[in-house]
């Protein structure tokens, strides 16, 4: 009985394995547009590559030839997947219900292309959410080490050994339940260029960069937390500030040019900015506990080269005052470095949490679903 | 030892073969009797001179491994998916396969390969065509599966058991119950062997900044005294110091490197049981099998036993091979297939 059992479970379990890869099989003959590595190795292009696959299928009928099977499958499986399939393809819908009745397809619309390139580029409409984007890989970047000790306290305490003990502890929390694959561009002092670290990351095809810094600001009389992302700088500060951080950078004139290229990536953009928002919120929230006339100077803009060059979306993080006596005696104590890390932590966990959220609800900016919106 | 075949008689014969293709070892079974196993790494001599030294123009495992400063060095599953957006990576998942059927079929062979290729669940689940195309190329026919699933057909816990497959890249859950494991019957965790090497490396490094280490004496140390819970003895290891051979203790710093990677199993473990028809949770939770390289860290399967056992009756068991156990697995697929299956793909 039991032997009749266990034969009878291996037959459904083999026809299982051949209906998997009879599908395997047929994503192969659709030239697996959503298949892991085209959609990682494109990068944002995926957005671009999906629709105008979807807008091929939707517009390149012609009279009254049916549509292909096979193209009728891939589209289906692509419905079926992307969480924006009610918008984009109740159109499709459409094409086939009137195919289904005889009649002859739509005329080709070119603005209905433009729409959809239009819809790459809207700000308002969170992209991540829209195409169901996951956050794998995270790198963390300590700024300087090595022969670039960064900003020096008024009793030696270097900006390169605190943000590297934070960059440490904050992996270790990160990696915790084995969700994100953590990465630091420097585990040791030693020194990294700017060009190296953003060659690490794009390497690793990090989901999110973090660079760690801490600031010295001897005119300011009290300590502050500042998080950056980039863009034009928002006053001459932050272009002096990035100037200073840019110094190193080793990057050649013929990358530069090519990271100039990025700039408009609405993407990254979108998601730095809410990156940087939620980290700053949290850092300063908690830290605020700790010093009490801790100022909170809020997102801001600047060009820093490491931001711009990396292609996941980025932040650089200025964590704290090292000119300031008491800070820097509060940077020396291990337990108060223990909590910058989980207030970073808190911040990037936070940020995670609500795109995976915003991923599964499919909701856009202002946090309403997109049935809401729609209705 | 098999006696001369005739062209003829090479040309019709057909070999089934599963493969185990690993982040950190690929093995190969076929219905050949012959196993082999080699570490899953692939190297190309970096330069001319690099070719003349090495004398080859492809290194795998162990090779590879000796000769790293000579190559370019891919160890394509990390993490356990092909590393996307690098030719190269996906050339060494073609290439490492390639190296493994010629294991067992020979240098010439013009047998028929009918593959079974278990996977990485992560890799299963974003690379499958891109490894289907890899391994077409060498087989007439092939099917690919999820890893943990092969290991669970190849010991026969076909329904209402879980599986958990602790490799190097990923350590891999699935939860078989009498069909082909969907997507939320699977997990995959990140903290797997080598998180454990990474800890390991760091932990040394502050206990013993005099001692001149690598990463890959590391995970020696690990596969040879990884522990959890109470250890036995010392853990004493062999360390050079300024070039001289010392010992050292690092009792400590292996448990906590092994320990480091217990609450994302015990939480996963946890979360998919509670996931699963609440009537079959106490059977499952019986029924929980280890796989992969981690399953050999001693105490692992005691220590889930007694924290999953809190939730109530728990029985955990490890794979008698874990090796091969997913090759196995995937030969037994293969034997298994209905003709038929084979010609409809």
Not at chain 2, 283 to 310: D, F, H, P, V
């Amino acid at each position: 009985m039991e032997r009749r059992n266990t034969k009878q479970l291996k037959q459904t379990i083999l026809r299982g394995v051949l209906e998997d890869n009879l599908k395997i099989e047929k994503a192969e003959f659709s030239a697996s547009p959503l298949a892991g590595p085209l959609k990682r190795r494109t990068g944002t292009i995926l957005p671009v590559a999906v629709l105008l696959l979807v807008a091929g299928l939707l517009f390149t009928v012609r009279g009254n030839v049916p549509l292909h099977p096979p193209a009728q499958q891939v589209s289906k499986e692509i419905s079926a997947r992307l969480p924006w399939n009610d918008i984009l393809f109740k159109e499709q819908q459409d094409v086939e219900k009137t195919f289904a009745q005889g009649w002859s397809a739509p005329p080709f619309d070119r603005g209905r292309l433009l729409k959809y390139n239009l819809l790459l580029n809207q700000a308002n409409v969170r992209l991540s959410s829209v195409f169901g984007l996951a956050v794998k890989t995270i790198v963390i970047d300590p700024g300087h080490g090595g022969k670039d000790p960064g900003a020096i306290g008024g009793k030696g305490t270097q900006e390169k050994d605190i943000v590297l003990d934070i960059a440490l502890k904050l992996q270790t929390i990160l990696q915790q339940g084995g969700r994100y694959n953590v990465l630091l561009t420097r585990t040791t002092d030693i020194f990294v260029s700017l060009a190296d670290r953003v060659r690490f990351s794009n390497e690793q095809q990090a989901d999110l960069f973090i660079s760690l810094h801490v600031n010295a600001l001897p005119e300011k009389e009290y300590n502050v937390t500042e998080t950056f992302y980039f863009g034009p700088p928002s006053d001459a500060y932050t272009l002096h500030l990035a100037e200073q951080e840019n110094h190193s950078s080793q990057i050649p004139s013929v990358d530069f040019n090519n990271m100039i290229k990025k700039i408009g990536d609405i993407l990254k953009e979108q998601e730095s900015a809410r990156l940087a928002s939620i980290i700053q919120y949290s850092l300063f929230t908690n830290m605020e506990k700790y010093d009490r006339i801790l100022a909170d100077n809020g997102i801001k803009i600047a060009p820093f080269v490491v931001l711009l060059g990396v292609d996941a979306p980025s932040v650089l993080v200025e964590i704290s005052c090292i000119s300031k006596e008491e800070e820097e005696i509060h940077l020396n104590n291990p337990e108060y470095r223990k909590k910058i890390t989980t207030s970073l932590a808190q911040g990037i966990k936070g940020y995670l949490t609500q795109r995976e959220k915003q991923v599964v609800k499919g909701e856009d900016n202002d946090g309403k679903e997109i049935e809401n919106r729609k209705s | 030892m098999t006696g001369k075949k005739s062209k003829t008689e090479k040309a019709d014969q057909q070999i089934l073969v599963g493969i185990d293709l690993g982040t950190s070892r690929s093995a190969i079974s076929a219905d050949n009797g012959k196993k082999k196993w080699v570490e899953s790494y692939v190297g190309w001599p970096k330069d001319f001179i690099a070719r003349k030294v090495v004398g080859k123009s492809l290194l795998f495992g162990e090779d590879a491994i000796k000769h790293r400063l000579s190559l370019d060095m891919y160890r394509p599953l990390k993490n356990g998916v092909i590393k996307e957006g690098t030719a190269r990576d996906e050339e060494a998942v073609k290439e490492l396969i390639r190296h493994l059927i010629t294991l067992v079929s020979g240098e010439k062979t013009e047998a028929k390969i009918r593959a079974v290729v278990g996977v990485p669940a992560e890799s299963f689940k974003v690379n499958k065509v891109a490894i289907k195309k890899a391994v077409s190329e060498f087989s007439e026919a092939l099917f690919v599966v999820s890893e943990p699933f092969a290991v669970a057909y190849g010991v026969g816990a076909l329904d209402n058991a879980l599986v958990i497959d602790i490799g190097a890249g990923t350590v891999d859950f699935c939860i078989m119950h009498g069909t082909v494991p969907a997507e939320e019957d699977q997990r995959t965790v990140l903290t797997a062997g080598d998180y454990i090497d990474q800890q390991l490396f760091t932990l040394l490094e502050e206990r013993y900044p005099q001692a001149d280490f690598n990463l890959n004496m590391v995970r020696r140390f690990k596969e040879q005294y990884s522990f959890v819970g109470k250890p036995g003895k010392d853990v004493e290891v062999e360390i050079p110091v300024e070039g001289k051979s010392t010992i050292h203790t690092i009792t400590a710093e292996m448990k906590r490197a092994c320990e480091s990677v217990l609450p994302a199993i015990v939480e996963s473990t946890l979360e998919l049981i509670a996931k699963f028809d609440p009537e079959y949770q106490d059977t499952i939770r019986q029924n929980i099998i280890l796989a992969g390289g981690g399953s050999q860290i001693k105490g692992l399967a005691a220590y889930l036993e007694e924290t999953i056992g809190e939730y109530g009756p728990t029985k955990v068991q490890v794979v008698e091979d874990s090796l091969f156990g997913g090759a196995d697995g995937a030969l037994d697929l293969a034997k298994e297939m209905p003709k038929e299956y084979w010609t409809e793909l």
